[in-house]
C-alpha cells in the first residue's frame, strides 16, 4: 500500500503560478512511476503528467506542454508539479497516482491522493 497526500492548491490570477506537491507513505516511493491527473466539474479525469521511478523521464499532455514541470524527490518520497502561466481552464482538483510505470492512462495507476483544488481566475 501506499498512501499519497497532494497539498499546493489555491486560488491564483490566470498568469500566476503555483506548486503541488505530494507526499508518499508506505511502500517504498522509488519503486513506482508517478503521475499527476485532473478533473475539472462535469468532465472526465484526464493525464497531466507523470515521471519515471528515477526522474529522468517525463511526459505531459499537450495541453501543460511548456508551462507544467514534473520532478521528484525520491529522498523525500515526494512528487511536485510546478504550473507556471496558468489558465482558468487548468481549475481543476488535481490528483497525484503511484504506478508502475509512466503512462497516461488513469487504469495505469493503483494508488491515488484524495486530490487538491487549484482555481484560475481570469
Known amino acids: 500500500q501506499v498512501q499519497l497526500v497532494e497539498s499546493g492548491g489555491g486560488l491564483v490570477q490566470a498568469g500566476g503560478s503555483l506548486r503541488l506537491s505530494c507526499a508518499a507513505s508506505g511502500r517504498t516511493f522509488v519503486a513506482y512511476a508517478m503521475g499527476w491527473f485532473r478533473q475539472a466539474p462535469g468532465k472526465e479525469r484526464e493525464f497531466v503528467a507523470a515521471i519515471n521511478w528515477s526522474g529522468e523521464t517525463t511526459y505531459y499532455a499537450d495541453s501543460v506542454k511548456g508551462r507544467f514541470t514534473i520532478s521528484r524527490d525520491n529522498a523525500k518520497s515526494t512528487v511536485y508539479l510546478q504550473m507556471n502561466s496558468l489558465k482558468p481552464e487548468d481549475t481543476a482538483v488535481y490528483y497525484c497516482?503511484?504506478?508502475?510505470?509512466?503512462?497516461?492512462?488513469?487504469?495505469?495507476?493503483?494508488?491515488w491522493g484524495q486530490g487538491t483544488q487549484v482555481t484560475v481566475s481570469s
Open positions: 497516482a503511484a504506478g508502475s510505470s509512466p503512462r497516461v492512462r488513469i487504469s495505469d495507476y493503483a494508488y
